[in-house]
């Protein structure tokens, strides 16, 4: 039975919030309302505990020293079984390194959270600019922005959220993020969902359990299709 109603978890917005990526919450709400599913956002501070009653959870991008607390909030909570009970989860960026086994920050490695068998490492370099990818969860090519030091190693098991057809993707190279079940981690901040309206969908008919009818908004579209047509 899909669902008429849904929870949009916005985690740690306090710590993860540096690069902008609040915005994908309010992306989901925005389009889930529009087709008449009822959709709120529930920000979870890193001294709250983790509601394990949401339909979709986001991460986004930090700076090193508030990606660590926020990992040890995390894994101290029921983040990871909440996760691993089929919620949908969009981690960005540091988002996306947490959620794997384990990252750098100021050149100390930290065990992540370990739901994605994938480890980051630091980089030659920092991995700054547009960034162009192909999904083939998403017809349309998907933009965004990167700004990160670390570079994402994936275990062989793990699919890649796309290949990189301008920028850096997990770093120096071909593949950006990874996807597992519900589980969509990428570098792409913008928000990445307001650049990419089908992404957006694309979650949500993960979280509602059927796809939505399609909705057309015409300034989202326009912003889409310029941003592709401008990151060459
Ligand atoms: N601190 C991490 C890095 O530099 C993530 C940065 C980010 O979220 N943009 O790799």
Not at 196 to 225: C, I, Q
């Amino acid at each position: 039975m899909p669902k008429s109603e849904l929870s949009i978890v916005r985690v740690h917005n306090e710590l993860l919030g540096t690069y902008g990526d609040r915005g994908n919450a309010d992306v989901l709400a925005f389009r889930a309302n529009a087709r008449g599913v009822s959709a709120s956002i529930i920000d979870i501070s890193y001294r709250d505990p983790i509601p394990s009653t949401g339909d979709i959870y986001l991460l986004g991008g930090a700076e090193d020293a508030a990606q660590v607390l926020s990992t040890d909030a995390l894994n101290r909570s029921l983040f990871a079984a909440t996760i691993e009970n089929g919620a949908v989860l969009l981690a960005i960026c540091a988002g996306f390194q947490i959620i794997g086994k384990s990252y750098y920050a100021h050149g100390a490695k930290v065990d992540g959270v370990g739901l994605l068998d994938m480890d980051t490492v630091p980089g030659d370099r920092r991995y700054v600019g547009d960034i162009k990818l192909h999904s083939p969860w998403c017809e349309s090519e998907i933009t965004g922005f990167e700004n990160h030091g670390g570079r994402t190693i994936l275990g062989s098991e793990l699919s890649p959220f796309g290949e990189v057809i301008t920028g850096f993707g997990n770093g120096e190279s071909t593949i950006d993020g990874a996807v597992s079940g519900n589980i969509f981690g990428t570098y792409l901040h913008g928000p990445v969902l307001a650049r990419n309206p089908e992404f957006a969908d694309l979650l949500l008919a993960r979280a509602v359990g059927k796809v939505l009818d399609p909705y057309e908004d015409e300034l989202a579209e326009r912003y889409a299709t310029e941003r592709r047509a401008a990151v060459r």
